[in-house]
Nanobody, 115 residues
Framework: QVQLVESGGGLVQPGGSLTLSCAAS????????MGWYRQAPGKQRELVAR???????YYADSMKGRATISRDYATNTMNLQMNSLKPEDTAVYYC?????????WGQGTQVTVSS
């Protein structure tokens, strides 16, 4: 069992930056591939970025060059730094932890990009 708690969401102006954090507890953090997903109103949940157990990174095309995902095994946390934010980045952002047969989600944190 893994518990995931997101933080760092909020209101930011277009062009601004935000760093989301996900704190994981309850199981061995290093066993899980970690990722950030987002869901905007009326849209399906989509993958934003993912980091594997060995540090391999994947970014959605919409976030390439604007986001950096990282994980810290000492503190069992994962971060997503986002820059040059756009109004279309507005969504609830969810932390995800998964193995081949397990899948866990956090409660989500709201990111609103607006002037």
């Amino acid at each position: 069992q893994v518990q995931l708690v997101e933080s760092g969401g909020g209101l930011v102006q277009p062009g601004g930056s935000l760093t989301l954090s996900c704190a994981a507890s309850g199981s061995i953090f290093s066993r899980y591939a970690m990722g950030w997903y987002r869901q905007a109103p009326g849209k399906q949940r989509e993958l934003v970025a993912r980091i594997s157990t060995y540090g391999g990174r994947y970014y959605a095309d919409s976030m390439k060059g604007r986001a950096t995902i990282s994980r810290d095994y000492a503190t069992n946390t994962m971060n997503l730094q986002m820059n040059s934010l756009k109004p279309e980045d507005t969504a609830v952002y969810y932390c995800n932890a998964q193995t081949t047969d397990l899948n866990y989600w956090g409660q989500g944190t709201q990111v609103t990009v607006s002037s």
